[in-house]
């Protein structure tokens, strides 16, 4: 006896069937489950240590809305923090915040050192990823 109050949706984080309110929109399933998921994922970041020797203490809320923006994987930032391709010079703005870009094969990520905080983060382009790395290899 099917309920017709509930239909099938897939969960993003085991990829099974999961049963949904039938009026749910795509939009307030994204946020329940896709959007939480990628959260909570992030969240585990913290505790980390950087390739830069610092401790990941806080994520942004910037940080997050990127990353759900721009389709970025927790992974492709978990690798540049901890195995960049290479590391940008520490800058300090104009309001005297200082950061760091960790250039990864994916995506760069930028954070603040001096609090442990992940600013914001995009993709690395292609080209200069594949430079980096060749540079990182004749290196090693």
């Known amino acids: 006896d099917l309920n017709t109050n509930v239909r099938a949706a897939r969960d993003p984080v085991t990829g099974k069937t999961i049963w949904?309110?039938?009026n749910m929109k795509y939009k307030d399933w994204k946020e329940k489950y896709v959007d939480s998921a990628i959260k909570i994922k992030l969240d585990n970041l913290?505790?980390?240590n950087t390739y830069e020797g610092f401790k990941v203490e806080s994520i942004s809320n910037h940080l997050i809305e990127r990353v759900i923006q721009r389709n970025i994987k927790v992974e492709d930032i978990e690798e540049a923090l901890i195995n960049p391709l290479k590391m940008g010079k520490r800058v300090v703005d104009k309001e005297g915040l200082?950061?760091?870009r960790f250039y990864g094969e994916d995506v760069t990520v930028v954070a603040?050192?001096?609090?442990?905080?992940?600013v914001t983060t995009y993709r690395t382009s292609s080209n200069r990823a594949a430079k980096w790395k060749r540079e990182k290899n004749e290196n090693s």
């Open 98 to 100: 200082p950061s760091i």
């Open 20 to 22: 949904v309110d039938a």
């Open 112 to 118: 603040n050192p001096d609090i442990g905080k992940l």
């Open 46 to 48: 913290k505790g980390i």
